[in-house]
């Protein structure tokens, strides 16, 4: 059963594009100019509207299909959600749980662990677009920017397996989710903007959502925390991975000097489970070889 129920939202017209500006994540150097999202964070309700409130603007055919399910709610024919038969939550409530997220930074990529259902999620920061034709997933394919402070992520692709809300709304493949989040002292004000045009005649504005730094929580993400019993650690395995990187980084930088962009791509295709195909200019085979090794010594 899904635990909450539509967001009082602010139906408006305004644009979801937005521009760039200031470091974008793509290289260790720029990550560290970024704002410090690292730590546990969870997503708090006081000071601000939650609970019910008034339902978004339907098209036609999907109201009819909310009537419906209220109808058959009210004969005792309640469906499942999704969460009963093992499936995730997926976008955009599972970024709204009152669980733990994580948030880690690499080149290229920001990932997001989120403890409830052992969920997480990719957001690409190299500058790809999306997919013409995506796969479609309960998270969807996510691509960010930044602007200035303010981290910007555009999400298209959902498989339509998931609610919105719980008065039995599924969302059409066409959803458009943009997300930004904004640290400011020990919170992060998250803003959340749907779109669906078989679904919503008017894009909706979720209300802000604040998420709190945990103050002391060094044990990571709870592996308990799983949809039917899927379960993982985190914190054990986030340390594990820096300390690798940084051993294996230290030994390339003493046979190799230069080509940093490229060692970092490697490491984050390792740790990724990724692929890695070199295009570089000829007679750098050696150069090649050299990091292989040495990636398989740190290893």
């Given amino acids: 059963m899904l635990r909450h129920a539509w967001f ?9 594009a937005a521009q760039k500006s200031g470091p974008q994540g793509d290289t260790w150097d720029s990550i560290a100019k970024l704002p410090d999202f690292g730590g546990l964070w969870e997503v708090t309700f006081g000071g601000g509207p939650r609970g019910a409130g008034e339902p978004p603007s339907f098209t036609p055919e999907y109201a009819a299909k909310v009537q419906a399910f209220q ?3 009210q004969r005792g024919e309640i469906e499942d959600g999704p969460a009963a038969n093992c499936v995730p939550n997926g976008m955009p409530s599972i970024m709204t749980q009152p669980y733990p997220i994580e948030i880690l930074f690499t080149p290229g990529k ?8 052992a969920q997480w999620r990719q957001i690409f920061t190299d500058g790809r677009e999306h997919p013409e034709d995506p ?3 309960f998270n969807g394919h996510s691509i960010g920017h930044w602007e200035g402070d303010t981290l910007v992520v555009d999400t298209v692709g959902f498989t339509t397996d998931t609610f919105l809300g719980n008065q039995g709304m599924r969302h059409s493949d066409k959803m458009h989710i943009v997300e930004k989040l904004r640290r400011e002292g020990d919170a992060i004000f998250y803003d959340l903007t749907l779109e669906d045009p078989e679904v919503l005649v008017e894009p909706l504005v979720m209300p802000t959502r604040i998420l709190r730094r945990q103050a ?7 592996p308990e925390r799983g949809n039917c019993e899927t379960s993982f650690e985190t914190e054990a395995a986030a340390t594990q991975i820096r300390e690798v990187a940084e051993k294996v980084k230290a030994n390339i930088g003493q046979v190799i000097v230069g080509k940093q962009d490229v060692i970092d791509l490697v490491l984050v295709a390792l740790f990724s489970e990724g692929h890695i195909l070199f295009e570089d200019v000829p007679g750098i085979e050696e150069v090649h070889g050299l990091l292989y090794q040495e990636v398989a010594k740190g290893t």
Avoid at 8 to 16: C, G, K, S
Avoid at 110 to 117: G, R, W
Avoid at 216 to 222: D, F, R, S, T
Wanted: glycine share 14%; net charge negative.
């Fill in 135 to 137: 796969d479609l997933t």
């Fill in 216 to 222: 002391g929580a060094g044990g990571g993400l709870i």
């Fill in 71 to 73: 109808a058959a709610s």
């Fill in 110 to 117: 920001v990932t997001i662990l989120i403890e409830a259902y």
């Fill in 8 to 16: 009082i939202a602010v139906l408006v017209a305004a644009p979801l």
